[in-house]
């Protein structure tokens, strides 16, 4: 896919391949799938006549959203036998995309999180309709339903989804300061300073794959997680240092052991305080995070 200049469908998808990881990724919950489905469509795709394709973008949403779909469901099968909590695959992502309400929002743990207790269909169908505006007939020739059928998943996901996430929008500098005073806490032990910031139903989650020691399940309240972490960062008895970065959008922190990468913890903040902990550990999960992966909407 070297020489786009000469080849329009190569340019085309090119062009395009930034809206379609994005959409694959939405839909996955996991960067090297995403990477999979798109060798797929764009096998898919050079077999096309391009002469007889009225919309390239929306010929390539739907091939690349069916290629998803097939491949979520083995992916749910593997989750199946996931050892401990199974958390989205974090990618490092360009600071200012924070500026981008919309797609920090769509790709964030949080949002992922609940996307994966959505049905595949009803996942692809809010993610096309909520995240990328397609319409719905597009979205039934997809997904192999009526377009009244699909006005219909998508209504539910959208109840099931909006039940479950935020819509309150924190400033840059509330979470800022809460980020500043969870990182203080961690390398200073101060337990207290930690349940500070901690909301009170603050969730913890740990995903190690079964490589990496964690958590097996979701520690949920501030006095459990503060002890978790804490007591975590003086019993390792090496030297743990966390250094913000962003993750999907969102605020994070790299997390470095005796100066090796440990791991990924992503932040979800509401009102001044923290109300999500996602610490991804597992290393088949990092390989994104050294370099920016461009993400988009449009």
């Known amino acids: 896919m070297s020489d786009h200049t000469a080849d329009p469908a190569t340019g085309t998808f090119v062009a395009h391949r930034n809206l379609?990881?994005?959409?694959?990724?939405?839909?996955?919950?996991?960067?090297?799938?995403?990477?999979?489905?798109?060798?797929?469509?764009?096998?898919?795709?050079?077999?096309?006549?391009?002469?007889?394709?009225?919309?390239?973008?929306?010929?390539?949403?739907?091939?690349?959203?069916?290629?998803?779909?097939?491949?979520?469901?083995?992916?749910?099968?593997?989750?199946?036998?996931?050892?401990?909590?199974?958390?989205?695959?974090?990618?490092?992502?360009?600071?200012d995309m924070a500026e981008d309400v919309e797609l920090a929002e769509s790709v964030s743990m949080a949002m992922m999180l609940v996307l994966e207790t959505l049905s595949p269909t009803e996942r692809a169908v809010f993610v096309l309709r909520e995240a990328f505006a397609v319409g719905y007939e597009e979205i039934a020739a997809t997904v192999g339903k009526s377009p009244a059928a699909v006005r219909q998943i998508a209504y539910?996901?959208?109840?099931?989804?909006?039940?479950?996430?935020?819509?309150?929008?924190?400033?840059?500098s509330e979470t800022r300061a809460a980020l500043e005073s969870f990182q203080r806490a961690l390398e200073t032990g101060d337990l207290q300073g930690l349940l500070d910031v901690l909301a009170p139903e603050v969730v913890y989650m740990g995903?190690?794959?079964?490589?990496?020691?964690?958590?097996?399940?979701?520690?949920?309240?501030?006095?459990?997680?503060?002890?978790?972490?804490?007591?975590?960062?003086?019993?390792?008895?090496?030297v743990l240092t966390f250094n913000p970065t962003m993750v999907n959008g969102n605020p994070a922190f790299l997390v470095h052991l005796d100066g090796e990468i440990d791991g990924i913890m992503a932040i979800r903040v509401e009102d001044t305080r923290i109300t999500g902990l996602y610490f991804v550990r597992n290393p088949e999960k990092l390989s994104r995070i050294h370099s920016e992966t461009p993400l988009t909407l449009r």
């Open 156 to 172: 539910r996901a959208r109840q099931h989804v909006d039940a479950r996430r935020t819509r309150k929008v924190v400033s840059p």
């Open 20 to 95: 379609l990881f994005t959409i694959a990724y939405e839909i996955l919950g996991s960067a090297a799938d995403a990477e999979d489905v798109l060798q797929e469509s764009w096998l898919r795709w050079i077999k096309v006549d391009l002469e007889q394709v009225r919309d390239h973008r929306a010929y390539l949403v739907r091939v690349t959203t069916r290629q998803a779909l097939n491949r979520l469901r083995t992916l749910t099968r593997r989750k199946e036998t996931y050892i401990g909590p199974w958390l989205p695959e974090p990618m490092l992502t360009a600071p």
């Open 207 to 238: 995903d190690g794959g079964g490589v990496k020691h964690a958590a097996l399940r979701p520690i949920i309240g501030a006095d459990k997680v503060a002890r978790l972490v804490v007591g975590g960062t003086i019993k390792c008895g090496m």
